[in-house]
C-alpha cells in the first residue's frame, strides 16, 4: 500500500471517529472538526472517494469502504498506542495530544509493534515502568 498523506489520514481518521460516534459523517462535520472550509472537505471527500476510501452522496454525507475502514482502523491503532506509550510516562495531557499528532503520521509499523510490546510489558509488571520513572525524576 502506498504511503498516504497526512491530510487523508487525518480525514479519514476523523471520519471515522465521527461514523463511530454518531452514526454519520457530513462533509460540513469534517470541516468542523479539522477547522479547514467545507469546499476543502469536498475536494478532499472527492479524491477520497476516487482512491476508493470514501462513499459520498451529496447531501447525504460519507461511508468508509471497506478499503477506508482498514486504514481507518490502522491509523485508529497507532493514535491509540502512542497515547497509551505516552500516559504511561505520565506525561501532561496537552504535551500527549500535541506528540501524539506529531509523532502517529510518522512511526514505523515495526516502531509501533515495540511500543505495544513495551506497553503490555509494563501493564503486567507495573513496577518496572515506576523504576524507570523514578530514576527520570532524580
Do not use: C
Not at 481518521?13 to 468542523?32: F, H, L, P, Q, T
Not at 486504514?71 to 495530544?97: G, P, S, Y
Amino acid at each position: 500500500m502506498n504511503k498516504l498523506s497526512q491530510s487523508i489520514e487525518d480525514y479519514l481518521e476523523r471520519i471515522y471517529e465521527m461514523i463511530e460516534e454518531k452514526g454519520y459523517a457530513r462533509v460540513s462535520d469534517v470541516a468542523d472538526a479539522l477547522k479547514v472550509s467545507r469546499p476543502s472537505v469536498s475536494i478532499m471527500v472527492k479524491r477520497l472517494a476516487e482512491l476508493g476510501y470514501v462513499n459520498y452522496e451529496k447531501y447525504r454525507g460519507l461511508t468508509l469502504t471497506p478499503d477506508g475502514l482498514e486504514v481507518a482502523l490502522r491509523i485508529k491503532r497507532r493514535h491509540v498506542t502512542i497515547t497509551q506509550f505516552l500516559t504511561l510516562l505520565e506525561l501532561d495531557e496537552n504535551v500527549i495530544a500535541k506528540d501524539v499528532e506529531g509523532i502517529e503520521h510518522h512511526i514505523s509499523t515495526e516502531t509501533l509493534a515495540r511500543l505495544e510490546a513495551i506497553i503490555a510489558q509494563w501493564k503486567s509488571d507495573p513496577t518496572s515502568l515506576k523504576n524507570i520513572l523514578k530514576r527520570k525524576s532524580r
